[in-house]
C-alpha cells in the first residue's frame, strides 16, 4: 500500500514507522523544517517539508496513486480541510483524520441521522472523511474497564465476546509461581488461555513449557466473571472501588466522569458511550483550571468538585484525598498525570490509573508502581492501522510495547486459510489464534485446534509485530 501521513509529530511518525515496517510505500508531509528533518533522520521514507493542505504539494507527493491520505496535525480544521479537499478530486481514496473537538462528532452524528434514508452508495461521507479518530474516548474506555476489574490490571475487551485479555502479575510463592504453562490447567477448571508473556524485559508468545515466574506479566484470555479466580491463583485479589479522586476535568475526565456518575443528562457522550448501570460511589473532581472546575461542578452536582493544586499536601490530606480507593490522574498533560498518581500513592492510594503519551511511558508508570497506565497515542495508531488494514479487519490492538499486536479478522473467501483446521495452519512462536465466532452465530469462543474456519468467521489472533504482515495477509487482510 501506499499510505500519505500530513503531520509529522509524535503519531505520524509512529505511524509511519509501524506502516514501513510493514513494507508499505510511506510519504510523511510536515511544514516545519525542524520536525522534517527530525523525522527524515529517523524514518526509511520520503519525508516532505511543505503545507499538506495543498492539493499541489499532495499531487506532488504521489497521491494519485495512493491508497490512503491519513491527516494528524495538531489542528483539527487543517485536517478535516485537507481531507475534504482531496476528496473532491479523489473520492475513491481512504481518508482518515484525527479530529479532537467533539462538536463536529456531534454535527455528523446529526447530519447522518437526519439524511440516512437519502445516503446511497455513491453518496460522499460528510467533510469527506471516511473515518475519524478521536483518541479521548478511547481512553476513557480503557480508565472506565480498569475500574470494573478493581483497578489492579489492563485489560482490552472484544464486542460480541464474553472474554477479554487481562495483564495479570505472578506474585510471589502464588499457585502460578513456578509452573509451567502446561500444567496450569491441574489449577482450574475454567476456560482460558494464555496469550503472552512478559519476563525479563521482554514480551514473546510462550509455549507449554514456558514456565511462569514470580515477577512475570500474562495475558490471559478469560471470562469477566472468572477474574477473581485467576487473580487469586497469581496471588493478587479485586478490590471494591468506591471512594474515587479524578485529577483533570478536561475532556478525558468530563467522559470517564460522565460513565461513572449518576447523572441525568443527555449529550454527545452518552450518543457514542455504551453504558453501564451505575454504582453509587464517592466521587471526587480536582482540577487546578479554575473554568474546568466551574464546568464539572455545573455538570456533576453529586460529585465534590475542587479548584486545587495537588501537589498541596494540606489539601490533599485535609480532603481525604490520600485515602481514596482510586486516583485517576487524567490531564492531558500526560508527564504530570505519571508524577501525581505515583506522589498520591507515596502518600497512601493504593490503586491509581494514569493517562500516559505512549506505550514506552506506561512501562514506565507500571514500573514506579501505577496499577494501570493508558497510553493514548498507542490507542489512535491502533484505530488508524485498523482501518488502513481493509474491512476484514476491524480491530488492531498492540501489547504493552507494540512487541506484539491484536488484530480481529473476518475470514474471507480468497483467504489462505479458508477451508483448513487450525491445528494445519498453526506457526508457534507466529501466532496464536485467541478466540472466534462462526458465521451466523452471536458470541465468541475459544477454538480448538480441530475447528475448520469458514468463509465468514470472525477470529482474535495475536501475533509478533516482526511477523505481523506476514500473518495478516495469511488471513487474507490487505496490507
Known sequence: MKIVIIGAGFTGVQLARRLINGKNDVVLIDNDEEIVRHASNRLDCDVICADGNSLETLENAGIAKADALVCVTSNDEVNMITCSLVDSVYPDLLKIARVRNYAYYTKNEDATRRHSENFTVNHRPLYGIDYMVHPDVEAAEAVVHAIEHGAVTDSIQFDNAPYELLRITVEKDSKFDGVALQNIRKLTDKRFLVAYLESGGNTSLPSGSTILRAGDCVGILMERANLSEFLGLCGAETKDVRKIALVGAGRIGTIVAEKL?????????????????????????????????????????????????LTDEAFLKEEGLNKVDLVICATHNYEMNIVLAA??????????????????????????GIEVAVPIRDAVIDSIMSHLHGKSVTGIHTVNDGTLEIAEITITENSAVTGKMLKDISEPGKFLILMGMKKNTESYTIFGGMTVLDAGDKIVLITTSADNQHVLEKFGAKI
Not at 294 to 305: D, I, L, Q, S, T
Not at 343 to 368: P, T, W
Request: hydrophobic share 45%; charged share 30%; net charge positive.
Open 261 to 309: 456518575i449518576h447523572t441525568e443528562r443527555r449529550n454527545i457522550f452518552t450518543k457514542m458511550l455504551s453504558f453501564r448501570k451505575k454504582v453509587a460511589r464517592d466521587f471526587i473532581i480536582v482540577d487546578s483550571d479554575e473554568t474546568l472546575a466551574k464546568a464539572a461542578a455545573e455538570r456533576f452536582p453529586n460529585a465534590k468538585v475542587f479548584r486545587a493544586d
Open 343 to 368: 506522589y498520591l500513592e507515596s502518600l497512601g492510594v493504593q490503586n491509581s490509573i494514569s493517562i500516559v503519551s505512549s506505550s514506552a511511558f506506561g512501562d514506565i508508570a507500571r514500573k514506579i
